[in-house]
């Protein structure tokens, strides 16, 4: 047996050993077992999320995707929803890094002509009792039904037509912003342009913001040579 | 030692009389961390119950295995194992829970709470006492979370677990950082007079 | 370099380690009496912070292309342990005066949340600082500043407690509970740096 008291420098790594292949056998054994449940969860929980933004649809938006170039090398997510063979709304996953903690990240659910059906944060740490209400419908709920081409999507504060949530303007402006940038997604990958809306956080100084603009146009070019691409992509995937 | 008195003591003196957060002071991160709500404290103190309870009897299983010099790592690599295992069955079965507690889910493994009672009770007990002392340790340690975590959602957003009762918007610093240090304060101070 | 400095600010004032994300509380309690011990600890865990972002950094790589990223937990454990362990040793050897400084907080730092927290952290958050995961010159900026900002909020906390020993505190919330009010008012202050962030972004 071990001597508990002086034992040999092996049966130290003897016993070391055997007790972390018996532990990591166990976890791997757990792991297998919930590694399909885990994977479930998250295809569900992503399933439920675009079932709350989007209009009635009979086909698997996670299946039915597309990644829409928004310049900056950066692009969204785009989740498309089909009624028999009719695509009767989008989903986009926008986000930005300009909330109180860093990054918000927005599901903005639209039908075809660009309404907003709903709005959800699928990302969001901003301070608990302050700017984590934009997740609450009081603020969520102000882009329902709303057409950013007939509004502003701004924040009352910086000229638009959405109440910021008191204390929280930051959080606010950048969710308003997630969805701004969902919105000219959208009309970038419907070939749309002119439709687009600012999208700036009202924060961002002036110079930046042009900047922004500027690496906006030079890149409607090779959007739109991307959105041909995508049509003919998602041609495909059916 | 066998009656059934002691066996009622060592599990009931983990929740008041040697409370792990009131009274030894020990698990503090998780303590102040996940405490924003009565539902999140509770969900925590459950979790770390979960891993206390099978690391107190897994170590006093195996306590004459191991020699002395390596006790701390053999006792390490058993609890990590079974905070990864509570980590995968979170994530499958309760994904909420998962994501409101985030970070402090892995530190488990880091809180002294669960090493301490390895260290001080398992390794010198047989299975069955230790069992009831971490289930007795555990139990507190959620006692201590709950409660702390229901005072500072009634003062912070009006509501418990999740229900509101309380028109308007509350004191928003309570769920906050100072909220968590200044009750826990104020809790300590209560749980010193009471054991006087 | 902005993104360095927004890491830096970010880790060291507005997501203060101990006072708003309440790692490495235990501690913060046990070694604020004195302002010494407080620089003592807070050298201690910088020292051991860094290195075990640095080498858990890789160690997760190294698990991520085996496809078994689930162990994430038990090896960081083990690294930090045996670095712990590690850099005792040679500590010792090497600088004997570094060592009368920090060895007594070594053996503290495994159970020290914050080390094993941050090595966890780089590769899931960043705070908003960058769109990407940190790369490893950006887990060690952001071990660092951690590191300083645990120090400074350990450091101001000692002062405190130095000065609270003198003030005339009501019998029952002597020792422990006032210690807990002092830090959630410490913590209030650190919050006025919140806006900071937003503002250099």
């Known amino acids: ?238 | 030692m066998d009656n059934k008195n002691s066996k009622f003591e060592i599990f009931s003196k983990g929740l008041i009389k040697e409370n792990p957060v009131l009274v030894l002071i020990l698990g503090m991160c998780p303590t102040l961390g996940v405490t924003s709500s009565a539902i999140n404290g509770l969900g925590m103190g459950l979790a770390t119950t979960f891993v206390l309870l099978f690391s107190n009897i897994i170590i006093s299983i195996i306590k004459d295995l191991i020699p002395d010099k390596v006790h701390i790592p053999a006792y390490i690599i058993v609890i990590a194992s079974l905070v990864t295992i509570l980590q995968l069955l979170l994530k499958g079965y309760l994904p909420a829970l998962d994501e409101s507690l985030g970070l402090f889910i892995p530190l488990i493994v880091v809180n002294c709470v669960v090493l301490g009672r390895a260290e001080a009770f398992a390794c010198k007990n047989n299975v069955v006492d230790s069992a009831l002392d971490g289930l007795g340790m555990g139990l507190g340690f959620a006692l201590a979370l709950t409660i702390l975590g229901a005072i500072r959602e009634i003062l912070g957003v009006g509501s418990i677990f999740g229900y509101k009762f309380l028109a308007g918007d509350g004191i928003i610093g309570f769920v906050l950082a100072p909220g968590a240090f200044i009750v826990l304060g104020y809790m300590v101070a209560i749980a010193k007079k009471l054991k006087k | 370099m902005v993104e360095y400095i927004l890491i830096i600010i970010s880790a060291v004032f507005v997501n203060n380690i101990a006072l708003s994300r309440f790692l490495g509380i235990c501690p913060f309690m046990g070694v604020s009496n004195k302002v010494n011990t407080a620089l003592g600890m807070s050298g201690a865990v910088a020292f051991v912070m860094v290195i075990a972002t640095l080498v858990t950094f890789y160690i997760q790589k190294l698990l991520v292309s085996c496809g078994i990223d689930f162990l994430q937990t038990i090896a960081f454990i083990l690294v930090i342990a045996s670095l712990v362990q590690m850099v005792e040793i040679v500590l010792k050897k090497v600088s004997p005066s570094l060592y009368q400084a920090l060895g007594v907080f070594l053996p503290l730092i495994t159970t020290n949340c914050t080390v094993l927290g941050v090595a966890i952290d780089v590769h899931n958050l960043t705070m908003g600082v960058s769109e990407e995961p940190y790369g490893v010159g950006a887990a060690v900026i952001y071990a660092l500043s951690n590191a300083i900002g645990y120090g400074l909020a350990l450091t101001i906390f000692a002062g405190l407690r130095e000065q609270l020993e003198l003030a005339d505190v009501p019998e029952g919330m002597k020792g422990v509970p006032v210690a807990f009010i002092t830090a959630g008012i410490l913590a209030l202050a650190f919050m006025g740096f919140a806006g900071l962030f937003q503002s250099i972004a």
């Open chain 1, 1 to 238: 047996m071990i001597d508990k008291k002086n034992p040999t420098i092996l049966q130290m790594v003897l016993v070391l050993m055997l007790i972390a292949m018996i532990c990591t056998a166990g976890v791997a054994a757990v792991f297998k077992l919930t590694e399909d449940t885990i994977k479930e969860q998250a295809a569900n929980k992503e399933q439920k999320m675009l079932s709350e933004v989007l209009p009635e649809h009979d086909n698997d938006p996670t299946k039915d995707t597309v990644s829409i170039s928004i310049g900056n090398n950066k692009s969204v997510l785009c989740y498309i929803a089909k009624k028999g063979n009719e695509t009767v709304g989008y989903a986009i996953k926008a986000n930005n890094k300009k909330g109180y903690n860093g990054k918000v990240e927005v599901l903005v659910g639209f039908k075809p002509n660009g309404t907003i059906v709903k709005t959800s944060a699928t990302v969001l740490n901003e301070t608990p009792g302050l700017g984590s209400k934009a997740a609450e419908p009081k603020f969520a709920d102000q882009f329902k039904e709303l057409n950013p081409a007939e509004k502003e999507l701004q924040v009352t504060k910086d000229g638009g037509d959405i109440d910021a949530i008191s204390a929280a303007t930051i959080t606010s402006r950048a969710y308003t912003l997630c969805v701004a940038t969902a919105y000219n997604a959208l009309q970038t990958y419907l070939g749309n342009d002119a439709a687009k809306i600012e999208a700036n956080s009202g924060a961002t100084s002036s110079a930046n913001y042009n900047a922004d603009e500027r690496a906006f146009d030079s890149d409607t070019l090779q959007t739109n040579a991307d959105s041909l691409q995508q049509n003919i992509d998602t041609n495909s995937v059916k």
